[in-house]
């Protein structure tokens, strides 16, 4: 067993299950994907420390994949079922969609960046990911409509073009920094509406894509 094999089965069984990660999907498929993989090269010690791991950019503009115990939570909020359409929005080099993937989900990465689109097609390869480049906020309208989305990445307020992409009883998880507080939401689409919950707090750093436009007073 390599090093990082440890490390991964370390990660799910001291980071994720003492989070309240308890589905079995996302707990096989975190210990299944070698996270390593998806990290830029230099950099597959940190990915499975209790942290953020850099991924491009710097200050406010800079790009992460998210912490494990934080990404297991929302994509178990999501309830992915053997299938589904999801939207992996904003996933880097792909490691958020190879778990979806691993969990039976029939993914679309949409990423904004260059670097990192061109990176996640060479990483996904062999989890079945389609690879789209776009601006995040837009969303995937030729792929919709999604049974779950993921934001990876807080959003300013309230993703509507993403929202709109969801089918009926779809789900989108992601984390708000609405009204100075970090939270992650789950949205489901339902009868033509839309509900949400708070699903636990934590604060991430914000998707430029999803900034709320600035407000002028005289």
């Keep these: 067993m390599s090093s990082f094999d440890t490390a991964r089965r ?11 990660v308890s589905d079995r999907a996302v707990l096989a498929a975190m210990a299944e994907v070698p996270r390593e993989r998806f990290v830029p090269p230099g950099r597959e010690a940190l990915a499975y420390l209790d942290r953020n791991v850099p991924l491009s ?11 494990p115990m934080l990404l297991a939570r929302l994509i178990q909020a999501l309830a992915v079922q053997d299938g589904d359409r999801v939207l992996d929005v904003g996933g880097g080099f792909g490691y958020p969609s190879a778990v979806l993937s691993a969990m039976g989900g029939k993914v679309t990465l949409l990423e904004s960046e260059g ?23 837009a969303g995937s309208k030729e792929d919709a409509p999604f049974d779950c ?51 636990f707090d934590a604060v991430v750093p914000p998707l ?10 005289f």
């Excluded at 950019?57 to 912490?67: F, K, T, W, Y």
């Excluded at 990876?152 to 089918?167: F, I, K, S, T």
């Excluded at 998880?173 to 689409?189: D, I, K």
């Excluded at 430029?208 to 007073?217: G, I, L, M």
Aim: aromatic letters at 8%.
């Design 10 to 20: 370390t990660m799910v069984d001291c980071q994720l299950r003492t989070f309240d």
């Design 57 to 67: 950019g710097h200050g406010p503009d800079a790009r992460v994949m998210l912490a």
């Design 115 to 137: 670097d990192l689109a061109e990176g996640a097609l060479k990483h996904t390869s062999d989890w079945g990911v389609t690879v789209r480049s776009g601006p995040l906020e």
């Design 149 to 199: 989305i993921l934001i990876n990445g807080a959003v300013e307020e309230r993703p509507a073009a993403l929202l709109d992409q969801l089918a009926e009883g779809g789900r989108l998880a992601c984390f708000s920094t609405e009204e100075n507080a970090g939270r992650a939401l789950l949205y489901v689409r339902s009868a033509g509406g839309f509900g949400f919950r708070p699903l």
């Design 208 to 217: 430029a894509a999803f900034r709320k436009a600035p407000s002028f007073t």
